[in-house]
């Protein structure tokens, strides 16, 4: 089956800039997608197709794709940004499975 | 406002089964297409099955094809999963979500809680 491959967790200072890996074999041929889940809330799309923010998210948040990776970056993070991200993808192969990375727990610090 | 209120869940015995919904207020809900997504305490999300707008295609995670069954009633706004053979590994929160035309899982319900034990 089909996977997404994140790091368990990033942390960073107030400032810095974080940076969240997303790596699958389809990624050279379908869009990734990053949502930001904060504790006890549904989760919130901040990056589609690989590098478009829709609006009323903050500039700081940013998505590029290359080859199998696909990466989320926050320049300048804000304690506020402290949640987990999981990037999302469909498997190329025609069995139209949805799938999501294992999570990534950003601690700003 | 868009509004996606889950209910139906609860505690069940392995083995048993469970039909939980989801009402759909605020948009056109016939022209959505809508998904099932779960997550375990403590754990990610996983993404378990789609219905089109029209309920005429559906897909299913492989950890649930053959157990689960997700419906759709265009004429009561309302989304449903039919969970049978349920193992204690189902237990988790369960979202029900909405596609838009532009990304997936755009507006997501508050969850229901099912509970999988003996």
């Known amino acids: 089956s089909y996977e997404l491959t994140q790091p368990p967790s990033v942390s960073v200072s107030p400032g810095q800039t974080a940076r969240i890996t997303c790596s699958g074999d389809?990624?050279?041929?379908?869009?990734a997608y990053w949502y930001q889940q904060k504790s006890g809330q549904a989760p919130v799309v901040v990056i589609y197709e690989d590098s478009k923010r829709p609006s009323g998210i903050p500039e700081r948040f940013s998505g590029s794709s290359s080859g199998t990776m696909a990466t989320l970056t926050i320049s300048g993070a804000q304690v506020e940004d402290e949640a987990d991200y999981y990037c999302y993808s469909t498997d190329s192969s025609g069995n139209h499975r949805r799938v999501f990375g294992g999570g990534t727990k950003l601690t700003v610090l | 406002e868009v509004q996606l209120v889950e209910s139906g869940g609860g505690l069940v015995q392995p083995g048993g089964s469970l039909r939980l919904s989801c009402a759909a207020s605020?948009?056109?809900?016939?022209?959505?297409?809508m998904n099932w997504v779960r997550q375990a305490p403590g754990e990610g999300l996983e993404w378990i099955s789609y219905i089109s707008s029209s309920g005429a295609t559906m897909y299913y995670a492989d950890s649930v094809k053959g157990r689960f069954i997700i419906s759709r009633d265009n004429g009561k706004n309302s989304l449903y999963l039919q969970m049978n053979s349920l193992r204690v590994e189902d237990t988790a929160v369960y979202y029900c979500a909405r596609d838009s035309a532009i990304w997936d899982f755009d507006y997501w319900g508050q969850g229901t809680l099912v509970t999988v034990s003996s």
């Open positions: 389809a990624l050279p041929k379908k869009f």
């Open positions: 605020g948009f056109t809900f016939s022209k959505y297409n």
